[in-house]
């Protein structure tokens, strides 16, 4: 993006937008009056990235997520059910922040619980939890097998609730209960 296009984006934001960027904005810009997008606000943190891999060549946001997280300063622990899917994020963090990898399937309880005793054992107490795995399928109601729903379900809802059952704790935990 040239400087040019970030004008053409920055004139075509709401006015409310400009006036107060929240963080999610200083993503879309890259930079805001010269600051870095997360300066320091995830500096020493433990996140893990669940879905760190891509379905394919390029950037997802699971990648996204953790090679930001990683270059500003966060420890990232990503997971993916494919090993290979995640070489090409550790290769985008490069030697630009601290990322360890890891597979699991994060619809079998005891890996996801592995996972987390893992990512406490190479970092410490997890901060920040990514839960980026899930997708869909073609068709609706009158098309989609019961099958093909169910593993929706499982990919879309069963993955959040077994890593917030494993997480959750830790993060309580870490902060004293509260």
């Known amino acids: 993006m040239d400087e040019t296009d970030t004008r053409v984006l920055v004139q075509s934001l709401p006015r409310d937008m400009l006036a ?3 963080p999610l904005h200083y993503h879309l810009l890259g930079r805001w ?4 997008a997360m300066a320091g606000r995830v500096q020493g943190k433990v996140a893990l990235v669940v879905g760190a891999g891509c379905v394919g060549p390029g950037w997802g946001n699971g990648r996204a997520a953790a090679v930001l997280f990683a270059r500003e300063g966060a420890k990232v622990f990503a997971v ?3 090993a290979e899917t995640m070489t090409e994020t550790v290769a985008r963090v490069g030697s630009d922040g601290e990322i360890v990898t890891h597979v699991c ?3 079998d309880d005891a890996q996801v619980g592995a996972m987390v005793a893992a990512c406490c054992k190479a970092f410490g107490p997890i901060d920040i939890l990514v839960n ?3 997708g869909s399928a073609a ?3 009158a098309e989609m097998s019961e099958q093909v729903f169910d593993t929706q379900i499982d990919y879309n809802l ?3 609730f077994l890593t917030c059952r494993h997480v959750i704790p830790v993060m309580i935990e870490k902060s004293g209960g509260g």
Do not use: Q, T
């Open 132 to 134: 980026n795995v899930g």
């Open 158 to 160: 069963k993955s959040v």
């Open 33 to 36: 009056m010269g600051k870095r």
């Open 80 to 82: 993916d059910k494919d």
């Open 105 to 107: 399937d994060v619809l």
């Open 139 to 141: 068709g609706g109601a």
């Open 20 to 22: 107060s960027p929240p």
